[in-house]
Nanobody
């Protein structure tokens, strides 16, 4: 089972930008979809962006036109580029593999996440 490693979080002022990385994917990066999620204390985990094995991307309404999910196939890293950040984007961000060329694509573990804090 793959266990991604997320990094790149931090503190930023509203309107700023951050780029998150989802690594340790190996084979899974190019053979499975990958999705980013976020969660705040006491709330359900929220799906925010996905990229499939054909590099097609989808976004939640809450981040569309501000966030971009992208994959570096050579490095097997999936990024989440976040722009025009808002205080409501403050959350723990995690990535996870999704459906792809093998059934185990959907059986990956959650990583430890990376915290993003946006101040007004």
């Amino acid at each position: 089972q793959v266990r991604p490693v997320e990094s790149g979080g931090g503190s930023v002022q509203a309107g700023g930008s951050l780029s998150l990385s989802c690594t340790a994917l190996g084979w899974y990066a190019n053979n499975c979809g990958v999705a980013w999620y976020r969660q705040t204390a006491g709330n359900e985990r929220e799906w925010i962006a996905s990229i499939d094995i054909g590099d097609n991307t989808t976004y939640s309404d809450s981040v569309k036109d501000r966030f971009t999910i992208a994959k570096d196939k050579h490095s097997a890293i999936v990024y989440l580029h976040m722009a025009n950040l808002k205080p409501e984007d403050t959350a723990m961000y995690s990535c996870k593999t999704t459906q792809g060329r093998a059934v185990w694509c959907q059986q990956g573990d959650w990583g430890q996440g990376t915290q993003v804090t946006v101040s007004s």
